[in-house]
């Protein structure tokens, strides 16, 4: 079955260290994205990705930096420059045409040791 | 600035109490908007889409409906297993935009 697959489930920092969140897909969508959830607060977004080696800073991208290299892979790094990291972070993928939605991957949930 | 606001913020009905959620929304060239679920430490699933106002889209016992103003998720006789929290998500001219979602629970 087609989907979105977020790795690792859990994980967590330490202070001064960078962390990579995995996200792959096999849906043959074109953009992919990035948003953080915090309780109570809708979904943020991070970084945006419509097309291989190009990628967009959403409205939260401080502290955060992104790359694709391959149409299933988007890869998000938590540098140690974000100070408020603990957050369950998501990824999604559509078509290109952003009239279509969504489809999430099962998030990952960062925190702060 | 587009704007996505859900309310209530919690609803706890008992099983068989029918109800309606709004998501009310302020947004420069409507896209589309969508409805997801989210259970707990899960991505949101994808329920419905809605493009004009007047559209219908109905599902087991949720049915969605939409004005130029705000989206309405209503839900028939619903049951334990439709506890979540619900996302509105408003696609405008420029962005996607979430409300902050409606935590329905739904007791036996």
């Known amino acids: 079955d087609g989907g979105i697959t977020q790795s690792p489930k859990y994980l967590f920092r330490k202070e001064g260290q960078n962390v990579t969140l995995s996200c792959e897909q096999n849906l043959n969508h074109d953009a992919m994205y990035w948003y953080r959830q915090d309780p109570g607060q809708g979904l943020r977004l991070i970084y945006y990705s419509q097309i291989v080696n190009d990628f967009q800073k959403g409205d939260i991208a401080e502290g955060y930096s992104v790359s694709r290299e391959k149409k299933e892979s988007f890869p998000l790094t938590v540098t140690s420059a974000q100070k408020n990291p603990t957050a369950f972070y998501l990824c999604?993928?559509?078509?290109?045409?952003?009239?279509?939605?969504?489809?999430f991957g099962d998030g990952t949930r960062l925190s702060i040791l | 600035e587009d704007q996505v606001t859900q309310s209530p913020e919690a609803l706890r009905l008992q099983e068989g109490e029918s109800s309606s959620l709004n998501c009310s929304y302020t947004?420069?060239?409507?896209?589309?908007l969508f409805w997801y679920r989210q259970d707990p430490g899960k991505g949101p699933e994808f329920l419905f889409t809605?493009?004009?106002a007047g559209e219908e889209k109905e599902k087991e016992r949720l049915k969605a409906t939409l004005t130029k103003k705000e989206s309405f998720l209503h839900i028939t006789a619903p049951k334990p297993e439709d506890s979540a929290t619900y996302l509105c998500?408003?696609?405008?001219?420029?962005?996607?935009?979430f409300g902050q979602g409606t935590r329905l629970t739904i007791n036996p």
């Open positions: 809605l493009y004009s």
């Open positions: 947004v420069s060239g409507l896209r589309g």
């Open positions: 999604a993928s559509t078509p290109r045409d952003r009239d279509r939605p969504q489809h």
């Open positions: 998500a408003v696609s405008g001219a420029q962005k996607l935009v």
